[in-house]
Each structure stands twice: as C-alpha cells, then as structure tokens.
C-alpha cells in the first residue's frame, strides 16, 4: 500500500486529489494539508502537491518521493525541481490517470517528465565546465546567504525578508545544496571564496 500525503494551498485542490487518491487500489491517504511540513512527521511514501518549488520540504535523508502539480512548464524549472528531490512534475490540470500513474512511479523510484522536455533537462544536467563550479545562486539566495554571513538564523531571516521561517529554511538548504556545503558556516566560507559575499 502506497501512503500519499497532499499539500496544497486550495481547498478545492486538496478535495478533489482526496477523491482521486481514495478511489484508487493501492494507495492509502497518509493526510491532506495546506502545506507539506506534515511530511516530517507522518513520514509518507509520496507526497502529491500542488503549489510551488519553496512550499515543498527542504531535502532529508527520510524525504518521500514527491510529485508536484504544477503551473509552471519550463524545462529549467523541472530541472530546479528534480535536483531537490521531486520526482514528477505534472501540470495542474494533469488528468487523474497521468496523476495516479506518475504517484505509482515515484513510489517506485522512477522519475516522471513530459516527453517535450527530456533532451532540455537532459542538456541541462550534463556537466558543467569545471570553471563554472556549482549551480548559481538565485538573487534571493544570495540575499538569504548574506544574512546567513552575518550570523541570522533562519526566523531573523524570515523576518528581514518578509518570507516564512519555512521558507527561509528551504532557501538555506537550497543553497547548502548548490555550495556543495555542510554546513552555515562551510557554505559562507564558500561564499566568501567566489565573492558572493563581500567581508
């Protein structure tokens, strides 16, 4: 049995993905929520979102396989999606059957794209000149790394930025993620290093 957890901001969203998930063999509603902070402690096999890249959790050794509904298509950002952690992404007004499908792949590890855009995500995840180091930051990591340099945690980030302590929480691991960092302070010494940060 294959427990999904939903997170999504509408109502109406969480309902019908409700309905779609009850009526299936094989899966077993975990929960439904306006976020996916839940997935920390329910701990379920695939969470089904709907919403944006900073609502997911931030990547976790115990993460479950994430299928996001979303309204965005580019190929870049499916890129952005599958390098923190999310399996499938499908367009919000993905039929059930491509929904229930890409659920039961995710659950067994395989990655879900539309046909359209695997040879850009394939281009885009070919390795990068090692004078390109890793991925850029975006301005709002950048923003988020500075404020890390100056010693705030993440709740007087959120603040200064007028962003939810979640948020900040997932820009911190993101950019973690991209330093190649393991740690606040390995990743601000990275920053210094290439001049994202100035000291």
């Not at 999904?4 to 779609?20: K, N, P, W």
């Not at 975990?30 to 890249?53: I, T």
Request: cysteine-free; aromatic content about 2%.
């Amino acid at each position: 049995m294959i427990r999904v957890l939903i997170a999504a901001h509408s109502a109406m969203t969480r309902a019908g993905l409700e309905t779609l998930v009850a009526s299936a063999p094989g899966l077993q509603l975990a929960g439904s929520f306006p976020d996916a902070s839940a997935a920390e402690e329910l701990h379920p096999d695939v969470l089904l979102a709907a919403g944006a890249l900073e609502d997911l959790p931030p990547p976790a050794a115990r993460q479950p396989a994430i299928v996001l509904l979303s309204a965005e298509s580019q190929p870049s950002f499916t890129h952005e999606a599958f390098k923190l952690g999310v399996r499938a992404v499908l367009a919000r007004d993905a039929s059930p059957g491509a929904i229930l499908a890409a659920v039961e792949a995710a659950a067994g590890g395989l990655a879900v794209i539309e046909p359209g855009e695997l040879e850009p995500l394939l281009a885009a995840s070919s390795p990068a000149p090692a004078s390109a180091g890793s991925a850029a930051l975006t301005a709002r990591e950048l923003d988020v790394l500075r404020l890390v340099a100056e010693g705030d945690a993440n709740k007087e980030i959120a603040w200064k930025l007028g962003i939810s302590e979640h948020t900040a929480k997932f820009h911190v691991a993101s950019i973690l993620g991209k330093l190649n960092a393991g740690s606040r302070t390995e990743a601000v010494t990275i920053g210094i290093r290439r001049g994202l940060v100035l000291i």
